[in-house]
């Protein structure tokens, strides 16, 4: 397996556009900021994350700005922390995910969840009027006069200035927020993914164990299309990690587990989708295994590529693209964190080797993107054979340069003699990119980076992106 080449942002044109967020120093963040979701609307015009406190933030294009720049557009709470008094659970207002529904009307639809509750919210732009003349504002603007005698039929006749209806003007426009459906009580474990079907009337939610089905229109009910709960949960052996419909066929969908396979399921075969269509997976070395290989192979993100032909796959060290009609390996299979396999021992007793770290198709399906530690990500090309890596750190922001600077010696990658280029103990496992959004039609990605939100742009070498 080819170790891809490691290339200069520079050389591929990507810039660093802007940084949303506190810039203040890590130890200054308050837990309730850090991002938790990214996600490009269908259109690419709006831009929305969720954090840990359960807010929404959206960001619009800024149209009077040149290349591709985002405003602040609104910001709602989504869900609030809650108990469940049964189980003794404190169910978090964290955001989970966060979908855009495709746009039919002047307002915005999109779906957020927490561990338990999916809402959809309508965004939409509000006029406010005000009272801007009355009978009460004719008289402050005229000197004072002694009060008018009883009014009746004859004394209003010979009143001077007639009575005025109060007359509603144009204020202000506001963007409100409001929660249409809300669909509740359907999991019994936490919900990793959702995701809506191409027919635009259907969503599914996965978690560890189950996949529903949902009508946008209905919060009343859903159906079951997966369940893999053992009768003795003793006899569980893998738990659904990440689910999403195909793009262009309804019935379609695919779903990745614990156990390092992603399947996919027809619904026209069963109603229950328990037995799948398809399977992809690939074996391990045996040399390679080890007591974390389990822990490892773990899939943490699954995507279709926009013409649905290819499916992406993320574990803890790799990034696999599948052939959807290719079951038998994978196309590629590209190694992000090969240098860290020497120190999984130390990254199990911190937990990171417990990170998820979430995969993404570029909007023409040439590139793939996935992120790292030290704040780093990568972009590789569809072929595996080149590798962009980029900085999502704040000096990008100060220096108002570019965000990934040229591939430092060491970055990736192994020397002649064999050794790793990378100094493994130098690497800061506090700073990692676990959720990234790529622009459905331009080269523009959104990167969460602890509490910062960084866009980073594609374009010509030559040409200078504002900040």
């Not at 587990?257 to 690939?282: I, N």
Request: with cysteine.
């Amino acid at each position: 397996m080819a170790t891809p080449q490691v290339v200069s942002a520079e050389e591929q044109g990507w810039r660093f556009a802007q940084c949303f967020g506190d810039k203040g120093e890590v130890e200054d963040i308050t837990e309730a900021d850090i991002i938790s979701t990214v996600e490009f609307d269908h259109t690419g015009d709006y831009l929305a994350t969720g954090d840990k406190g359960g807010r929404v933030v959206l960001f619009e294009r800024n149209e009077t700005k040149k290349g591709c720049e985002y405003k602040f557009y609104t910001e709602f709470q989504s869900h609030e922390p809650e108990f469940d008094y049964l189980k003794s659970l404190e169910i978090e207002e964290k955001i989970n995910k966060i979908r855009w529904c495709k746009r039919g009307n002047g307002s915005h639809f999109l779906l957020s969840t927490n561990d338990k509750t999916i809402k959809l919210w309508k965004v939409f732009e509000k006029s406010v009027k005000v009272v801007a003349e009355n009978n009460g504002s004719s008289a402050l603007s005229s000197p004072p006069s002694p009060p008018p005698p009883t009014l009746n039929a004859a004394t209003l006749s010979t009143l001077p200035v007639p009575f005025k209806l109060p007359r509603m003007t144009y204020h202000d426009t506001i963007v409100a927020a409001v929660p249409r459906k809300v669909y509740a009580n359907a999991h019994a474990y936490h919900i990793n993914s959702i995701s809506i079907n191409s027919d635009g009337e259907t969503y599914m939610s996965a978690d560890d164990l189950r996949v529903n089905l949902w009508n946008l229109g209905r919060s009343d009910q859903s159906f079951n299309i997966l369940d893999i709960k053992p009768v003795n949960m003793e006899e569980l052996t893998e738990v659904i990690t990440a689910a999403e419909f195909h793009p262009l066929s309804c019935n379609l969908f695919c779903y990745s587990s614990s156990k390092g396979t992603v399947k996919l399921a027809d619904m026209r075969e069963q109603a229950l989708c328990d037995k799948h269509a398809k399977l992809y997976e690939e074996e391990e070395d045996p040399s390679n295994k080890s007591f974390f290989s389990e822990i490892i192979s773990s899939v943490s993100d699954v995507k279709f590529s926009k013409d649905g032909r290819y499916i992406l796959s993320r574990d803890y060290l790799t990034l696999r693209i599948w052939d959807i009609n290719m079951e038998s390996k994978p196309v590629k299979t590209i190694n992000v964190h090969e240098h860290l396999r020497s120190k999984l021992c130390d990254l199990y007793e911190n937990d990171c080797i417990f990170d998820k770290f979430e995969c993404t198709f570029s909007g023409d399906g040439e590139s793939v993107l996935s992120g790292s530690y030290n704040n780093n990500f990568h972009i590789y090309d569809r072929e595996g054979t080149t590798d962009t890596v980029l900085q999502a750190d704040k000096s990008a922001f100060k220096a108002k340069k570019i965000g990934g600077n040229k591939a430092k010696p060491g970055q990736k990658g192994v020397k002649g003699n064999g050794k790793p280029l990378i100094d493994v103990d130098s690497i800061d496992f506090n700073k990692k990119i676990l959720h990234a959004s790529w622009h459905p039609r331009e080269n523009t990605i959104a990167i969460a980076a602890c509490n910062n939100l960084f866009i980073y742009a594609n374009q010509p070498t030559q040409t200078t992106v504002p900040v």
